[in-house]
C-alpha cells in the first residue's frame, strides 16, 4: 500500500495540562515523495504531496528538506541524515509518500528501485518504519508520525515478505497498515522528562486501504492536512488532527475515516503560521473547523442516518452535518425516527435549492459572487456563512430597490409614450383605410403596454380586432376575419386578465369600434 508518512520535528509551542508559559520548539522536517517505481506500478500523487508539504511546512517554521523518487540506498542515507539531525530539535517530522507495505508485524517504506525479488530481503531493500520511530524516540522529545496509505498493494495478492533471506515468510497485508509496532510499549514506558511523547496517525483505520485522489492531484489526507495545518496558530495539534480525520471522511463520501494513536504529555501548538485565508474564503473556512470539530463527538448513530440520507436524497454528506450543527445539540432530536424527518426535510430543502440555482441570472458581479459564495458555504456545511452571505445580497437588493423603482417607472412612461405613438399612425392608416397596417401597428402598441396597462392593452388589442375586421369587410379576406376573432378573444382575456373589471367596463378609445360593433 502508499504510505504517506509525516514523523517530524515541528516548529511549536508545548503546553502542559496546568497553565505556564509556554515554550517555543525548534523542528526539522524531511519530505519524501516516491513517484517514479521501475519495478512496479508507478504514482502520479506522491510527488504534488510531497512538494505541497515540503511547502506548507516551511510556512509553518519547520526547517523542512524534500527529497523525491529515492532507491533504497539514498532513501536510507536521507533517513539516516534526518534522524542525525533531529537528534538537535525538540520535535522530529517525517513525511513518506510513495508505495507502503504492511507484513511480519511492520509497516515497510518502498523504494523506487524495488520489485517482487526484494520481498525476499526486506530489511535490505524496504525501510522499516518500526525502526524509524525506535531511532527519532531515542534522541527527540516528540515524534509525529502521520502514515497515509493510500494506494493497493503493488505486488502479488498472495505475496510473502521475509525480513531475511533465511527468516521466516508472512504474508503481505492486502489492506491498509497496521498500527505501529512499538507505539503501545512506547506509551506505558515512564518517559524521560525532557520526553514529550508521540502521535502516531493513518489515513484510515488500521488495516483499511485509503483513497489516493484523482490522479495530479493530492491524496484526500495529504488535501486535509494542507488545508488545516494552517489553524495550527489557534488551536492545540490534536483538535487540527480531528478537522483533518473528519475533512477526510467528508471529501470521500464516509468511504475513510483516519485513525491516531497517541501519547503527548503536552499541549502542542504551532509557534508559526502560514496565511489564513480571508473574506469568503476566511468565513467559510471558519465555520467548516468548527463544523469538523463538532462532528468529532458525534455519536455513531447519527452519523449512520446522516449518511444513509445522503445517500438516498444525493447531498452532500457535509451540508446535512452543517444542518445538524445549525440547529444545536440541544435541539437535536435524540429519537431515531424524529432525527430520521427531520434529515429526509432538510435534504429535500437542499435539493430544491440545488435545483433553483441555475434560476438565478443577474448582471450585478457583487450579487453573483455572494450567491455563489452561499452555494459554496452550503456545499462545505458552512450553513450559518450561508445565511450570512444571503444576508448581504439582500441588503444590496434593498439598497438599490429605489432606484430600480424609479427607473421601473421611466420605463413605463417610455413604453406607453411609445405604443401612443403607434396607436396615432394607425388611426391614420385607418383613415385612408389600410386596414392592415392599422391592424399590425395597433398589435405593436398591444405588446408594449401589456406588461404596464392591463386597460391600454385591452383597448390595443380590441382596435386591432377592429382593423382586421374591417380588412375582412372591405376586401372579403377570410383571413383577416379569421384574426379579428383572434384578437377579439385575447383582448376577452386581457380584460379579465388579473381579476380586472368586465369587458363592457373598459372604456373604448375610439367611439367607432363600438358602432362597428352594434352594426355587425
Not at 37 to 42: F, L, S, T, V, W
Not at 321 to 338: I, S
Not at 340 to 360: H, I, P, V, Y
Request: hydrophobic fraction near 45%.
Amino acid at each position: 500500500m502508499c504510505l504517506a508518512l509525516l514523523g517530524a520535528a515541528v516548529a511549536l509551542v508545548a503546553r502542559p495540562a496546568l497553565a505556564q508559559e509556554p515554550k517555543s520548539l525548534n523542528g526539522v522536517a524531511l519530505v519524501i515523495g516516491q513517484s517514479a517505481y521501475e519495478n512496479i506500478a508507478p504514482l502520479p500523487n506522491p510527488a504534488n504531496d510531497a512538494r505541497e508539504m515540503v511547502k506548507l511546512l516551511t510556512d509553518l517554521g519547520f526547517d523542512a528538506r524534500g527529497v523525491t523518487d529515492r532507491d533504497a540506498s539514498r532513501l536510507r542515507r536521507d533517513i539516516e541524515r534526518f534522524v542525525e539531525d533531529a537528534a538537535e530539535a525538540d520535535v522530529a517530522l517525517l513525511y513518506y509518500s510513495g508505495h507502503g507495505i504492511e507484513a511480519a508485524g511492520d509497516n515497510w517504506l518502498v523504494p523506487v528501485d524495488a520489485g517482487p525479488a526484494a520481498l525476499e530481503s526486506a530489511e535490505e531493500s524496504f525501510i522499516s518504519l518500526a525502526s524509524i520511530v525506535e531511532e527519532l524516540k531515542k534522541s527527540v522529545p516528540v515524534t509525529i508520525v502521520l502514515l497515509d496509505a493510500c494506494r493497493t498493494n503493488p505486488f502479488p495478492p498472495d505475496a510473502t515478505l521475509k525480513r531475511t533471506p533465511t527468516g521466516s515468510a508472512e504474508p503481505v497485508s492486502a489492506g491498509g497498515l497496521g498500527a505501529v509496532r512499538g507505539v503501545t510499549g512506547f506509551k506505558a514506558q515512564t518517559p524521560a522528562n525532557d520526553n514529550l511523547g508521540m502521535v502516531i496517525g493513518f489515513a484510515a483505520e488500521p488495516g483499511q486501504p485509503a483513497l489516493d485522489g484523482e490522479p495530479g492531484a493530492n491524496s484526500p489526507y495529504a488535501a486535509a492536512l494542507i488545508r488545516h495545518l494552517a489553524a495550527m496558530k489557534g488551536l492545540e495539534f490534536g483538535q487540527v488532527m480531528r478537522m483533518v480525520t473528519e475533512e477526510v471522511y467528508l471529501a470521500t463520501g464516509a468511504k475513510q475515516r483516519p485513525w491516531m494513536n497517541e501519547s503527548l504529555r503536552r499541549l502542542l501548538y504551532f509557534g508559526l503560521a502560514p496565511e489564513e485565508p480571508e473574506g469568503i474564503d476566511a468565513t467559510i473556512t471558519g465555520e467548516r473547523r468548527q463544523l469538523l470539530l463538532t462532528m468529532a463527538d458525534l455519536p455513531d448513530f447519527e452519523r449512520v442516518q446522516v449518511e444513509q440520507v445522503a445517500l438516498r436524497e444525493g447531498v452532500k454528506l457535509d451540508s446535512l452535518y452543517g444542518v445538524l450543527r445549525a440547529l444545536g445539540e440541544e435541539q437535536t432530536p435524540g429519537n431515531p425516527e424524529e432525527l430520521g424527518k427531520l434529515l429526509d426535510a432538510q435534504a429535500g430543502r437542499l435539493k430544491s435549492m440545488l435545483s433553483e440555482r441555475a434560476a438565478l441570472h443577474t448582471d450585478d458581479p457583487e450579487l453573483l459572487a455572494l450567491a455563489n459564495a452561499a452555494d459554496r458555504a452550503i456545499g462545505e456545511g458552512a450553513i450559518v456563512a450561508a445565511r450570512r452571505f444571503l444576508d448581504d445580497a439582500v441588503a444590496k437588493v434593498e439598497a438599490g430597490s429605489a432606484a430600480v423603482d424609479a427607473l421601473e417607472d421611466q420605463v413605463k412612461e417610455k413604453r406607453l409614450a411609445d405604443a401612443a405613438i403607434y396607436a396615432k399612425r394607425a388611426d391614420a392608416s385607418a383613415l385612408v383605410f389600410d386596414f392592415r397596417a392599422a391592424a399590425a401597428d395597433y398589435a405593436k402598441a398591444f405588446d408594449l403596454v401589456e406588461k404596464w396597462d392591463d386597460r391600454l392593452a385591452w383597448n390595443y388589442k380590441n382596435l386591432e380586432a377592429e382593423a382586421l375586421r374591417g380588412q375582412g369587410a372591405a376586401t372579403g379576406d377570410r383571413a383577416a376575419l379569421d384574426g379579428a376573432l383572434t384578437a377579439y378573444q385575447a383582448a376577452r382575456h386581457a380584460a379579465q386578465r388579473r381579476e380586472g373589471p368586465g369587458l363592457g367596463d373598459y372604456p373604448q378609445q375610439h367611439g367607432g369600434g363600438a358602432e362597428h360593433d352594434r352594426r355587425a
